[in-house]
């Protein structure tokens, strides 16, 4: 089993930056496709970006690419998410999950993604 633990959300201005963080438990982290989503206020959870097990492939939402940068490292069992440029419509709680079952990302983050962190909430104010 995978445990994830998201941090590093918080308020931040239009343009601003911030580095979301998952630390996973577990031997498993270097073996798992991992992928950041994120759930707007009032609307369904979607895909931000996803990153394979060595990180050499990388996929992002169209709206979030040029803007975002999903690094691991897995030596910490961590996921980052980097984001930049930052627009009210970034405005969400943020996910990270994990997939133990496939070695590489989906485009569209269609992957069975088992275990998930409990969020981390992104406001960005004008």
């Known amino acids: 089993q995978v445990q994830l633990v998201e941090s590093g959300g918080g308020l931040v201005q239009a343009g601003g930056s911030l580095r979301l963080s998952c630390a996973a438990s577990g031997r498993a982290f270097s073996r798992s496709v991992m992928a950041w989503f994120r759930q707007p206020p009032g609307k369904e959870r979607e895909f931000v970006s996803a990153?394979?097990?060595?990180?050499?492939?990388?996929y992002y939402a169209d709206s979030v690419k040029g803007r975002f940068s999903i690094s691991r490292d897995n030596a910490k069992n961590t996921v980052y998410l980097q984001m930049n440029s930052l627009k009210l419509e970034d405005t969400a709680v943020y996910y990270c999950?994990?997939?133990?079952?496939?070695?590489?990302?989906?485009?569209?983050?269609?992957?069975?993604?088992?275990?998930w962190g409990q969020g981390t909430q992104v406001t960005v104010s004008s």
């Open positions: 999950a994990a997939d133990q079952k496939r070695t590489i990302p989906d485009p569209l983050g269609r992957n069975e993604y088992d275990y």
């Open positions: 990153i394979s097990l060595t990180g050499a492939i990388t």
